[in-house]
């Protein structure tokens, strides 16, 4: 049977759900600029777009809420809604009582009774991840081919994040060890009834010991025998399809929850989400930072599509 094991930290830290006060200080931590409004705060995850945090709580966004952002620089607004009000999307969400083995699929049960023979999985410090956790984070974007250049990569501003973290009351850390060697970690930040999983990577070297399988079991586990937690979730629905992850997600016993999803163009940006203006907006993005226009491209499609967009707010 998988236990946790408490390392550096002496007892297990109480948790308490994060207010959007403590939300604004985790993303801006991350390099996001962050506005709040009612129950959410909106965050520009790229440049010139916003999208409402927590994802799980659902918004009637009205038109002067809608002006307000776009007057703060967003070109494009994403964000939860009632499925009356918007368009199909999911979720990725754990919420199985008695969460274990038999909660698996086959395959997976057996990847994660191999890597608990090989790992051990702890609660750790926050310290701990600010020494040794960018390495890791550094291969796993090398072996998916992303941005080299972001705070999960650069050593001051990993340092930076990781102190803010240690110091959030909602946010827990959780590492692998594979012979003593730390080689894999997640955060998890309690947000209402839900514990959000982030970051979980493993280092490349060390995926022959599945150190993945037995990270994602053995902290889901926890976080739903945890008091408050009813959700644990691996976030929403990529612009980009990624279908190895999805079936590593849905095989580890999550599941796709359905959920309305809005985004409101500005109406000036709409031209640049053709897809002329988004090839020249892709140039443009590459001489400012390489790597950008992958990403806008990506983006710009997803809002092309018929369930994405819509143009105007509520009144």
Same mark, same amino acid.
């Given at each position: 049977?998988?236990?946790?094991?408490?390392?550096?930290?002496?007892?297990?830290?109480?948790?308490?759900?994060?207010?959007?006060?403590?939300?604004?200080?985790?993303?801006?931590?991350?390099?996001?600029?962050?506005?709040?409004?009612?129950?959410?705060?909106?965050?520009?995850?790229?440049?010139?777009?916003?999208?409402?945090?927590?994802? $799980?709580?659902?918004?009637?966004?009205?038109?002067?809420?809608?002006?307000?952002?776009?007057? =703060?620089?967003?070109?494009?607004?994403?964000?939860?809604?009632?499925?009356?009000?918007?368009?199909?999307?999911?979720?990725?969400?754990?919420?199985?009582?008695?969460?274990?083995?038999?909660?698996?699929?086959?395959?997976?049960?057996?990847?994660?009774?191999? @890597?608990?023979?090989?790992?051990?999985?702890?609660?750790?410090?926050?310290?701990?991840?600010?020494?040794?956790?960018?390495?890791?984070?550094?291969?796993?974007?090398?072996? =998916?081919?992303?941005?080299?250049?972001?705070?999960?990569?650069?050593?001051?501003?990993?340092?930076?994040?990781?102190?803010?973290?240690? $110091?959030?009351?909602?946010?827990?850390?959780?590492?692998?060890?594979?012979?003593?060697?730390?080689?894999?970690?997640?955060?998890?930040? =309690?947000?209402?009834?839900?514990?959000?999983?982030? !970051?979980?990577?493993? !280092?490349?070297?060390?995926?022959?010991?599945?150190?993945?399988?037995?990270?994602?079991?053995?902290?889901?586990?926890?976080?739903?025998?945890?008091?408050?937690?009813?959700?644990?979730?691996?976030?929403?629905?990529?612009?980009?399809?990624?279908?190895?992850?999805?079936?590593?997600?849905?095989?580890?016993?999550?599941?796709?929850?359905?959920?309305?999803?809005?985004?409101?163009? =500005?109406?000036?940006?709409?031209?640049?989400?053709?897809?002329? @203006?988004?090839?020249?907006?892709?140039?443009?993005?590459?001489?400012?930072?390489?790597?950008?226009?992958?990403?806008?491209?990506?983006?710009?499609?997803?809002?092309?599509?018929?369930?994405?967009?819509?143009?105007?707010? !509520?009144?």
């Amino acid at each position: 049977m998988a236990t946790l094991r408490m390392m550096s930290v002496p007892s297990p830290r109480a948790h308490s759900a994060a207010t959007l006060q403590g939300m604004r200080q985790l993303v801006e931590a991350q390099g996001a600029p962050s506005l709040e409004s009612g129950s959410c705060l909106w965050v520009e995850k790229r440049k010139f777009f916003f999208e409402s945090v927590p994802p $799980h709580r659902p918004i009637h966004l009205r038109t002067r809420d809608a002006a307000r952002l776009f007057v =703060h620089g967003a070109a494009a607004i994403r964000y939860t809604c009632e499925e009356s009000e918007g368009t199909s999307s999911w979720e990725y969400i754990c919420d199985t009582p008695n969460y274990d083995f038999a909660s698996l699929a086959e395959d997976a049960r057996r990847r994660v009774r191999r @890597g608990l023979e090989s790992c051990e999985v702890e609660r750790i410090d926050c310290d701990l991840l600010a020494r040794e956790g960018r390495e890791i984070n550094r291969s796993v974007l090398e072996k =998916h081919g992303r941005d080299m250049q972001s705070f999960l990569t650069d050593e001051a501003r990993w340092k930076k994040y990781m102190a803010v973290c240690a $110091h959030l009351p909602f946010v827990e850390a959780y590492g692998v060890f594979v012979k003593r060697r730390f080689c894999a970690f997640s955060l998890a930040a =309690h947000v209402d009834d839900y514990a959000y999983l982030l !970051h979980t990577h493993a !280092h490349t070297e060390y995926l022959k010991y599945s150190p993945m399988n037995a990270l994602f079991f053995t902290v889901t586990k926890a976080l739903l025998e945890t008091p408050g937690v009813r959700i644990v979730s691996q976030g929403l629905e990529s612009f980009a399809e990624r279908p190895d992850l999805e079936r590593f997600k849905l095989a580890m016993g999550f599941r796709k929850r359905a959920l309305g999803r809005r985004v409101i163009v =500005h109406p000036f940006a709409r031209p640049i989400f053709s897809k002329p @203006g988004a090839w020249l907006a892709g140039k443009v993005l590459a001489s400012l930072k390489p790597g950008m226009e992958d990403d806008f491209a990506t983006f710009a499609e997803a809002v092309r599509r018929r369930r994405f967009i819509a143009r105007e707010a !509520h009144a």
